[in-house]
T-cell receptor
Framework: GAGVSQSPSNKVTEKGKDVELRCDPI?????LYWYRQSLGQGLEFLIY????????KSGLPSDRFSAERTGGSVSTLTIQRTQQEDSAVYLC????????????FGQGTRLTVV | RKEVEQDPGPFNVPEGATVAFNCTYS??????FFWYRQDCRKEPKLLMS???SGNEDGRFTAQLNRASQYISLLIRDSKLSDSATYLC????????????FGKGTHLIIQP
């Protein structure tokens, strides 16, 4: 596709359930980033991939959060045993090359844990 | 992670006025700098890159001061449609660092 695609766009889940969020970056982009944003707040960095490897996992808030990227393309962010404080918009971005090029964002997944 | 600091605002500015934001960054090895714009309940979108020599795009001017480690954005003749949150973004390029976003500056243009 022409842009970064995220799915689902909205997800409502019950507390304690696992959820999986998907990001399909722009073709050819090697760097991929996950952020989350709570209402009225700034972007919170979660994890960053260069190709399939994640050199920086420092932002994952707990061991309930994990992410992977396969084939240097699609990435999934998994949240296990969701809690209400996990409710936020999860944004994915990709860039052609880490270091010098701008990143393009998907429209995000709005996660609501009830 | 390295920090990027912005005044959160809000900046309330009358239409037609000139407004300027600053952003400071702590990593002296940073290589690339950007300003993004985020509208309410939307994803961030690139407004402009910031080059060492400074750059201008219509009513928008971006400046970089490496010695003092700050970036500025100037908006002239502000429009109602400029109301948004402006995010300063720094990319360190080397090692494991990726993009670092500031928390954003909220701008409200008033008629």
């Amino acid at each position: 596709g022409a842009g970064v695609s995220q799915s689902p766009s909205n997800k409502v889940t019950e507390k304690g359930k696992d959820v999986e969020l998907r990001c399909d970056p722009i073709s050819g982009h090697t760097a991929l980033y996950w952020y989350r944003q709570s209402l009225g707040q700034g972007l919170e960095f979660l994890i960053y991939f260069q190709g399939n490897s994640a050199p920086d996992k420092s932002g994952l808030p707990s061991d309930r959060f994990s992410a992977e990227r396969t084939g240097g393309s699609v990435s999934t962010l998994t949240i296990q045993r969701t809690q209400q404080e996990d409710s936020a918009v999860y944004l994915c971005a990709s860039s052609m090359e880490k270091g010098v090029t701008e990143a393009f964002f998907g429209q995000g997944t709005r996660l609501t844990v009830v | 992670r390295k920090e990027v600091e912005q005044d959160p605002g809000p900046f309330n500015v009358p239409e037609g006025a000139t407004v300027a934001f600053n952003c400071t960054y702590s990593n002296s090895a940073s290589q690339s700098f950007f300003w993004y714009r985020q509208d309410c309940r939307k994803e961030p979108k690139l407004l402009m890159s910031v080059y060492s020599s400074g750059n201008e795009d219509g009513r928008f001017t971006a400046q970089l001061n490496r010695a003092s480690q700050y970036i500025s954005l100037l908006i002239r003749d502000s429009k109602l449609s400029d109301s948004a949150t402006y995010l300063c973004v720094v990319n360190s390029g080397g090692g494991a660092d990726g993009l670092t976003f500031g928390k954003g500056t909220h701008l409200i243009i008033q008629p």
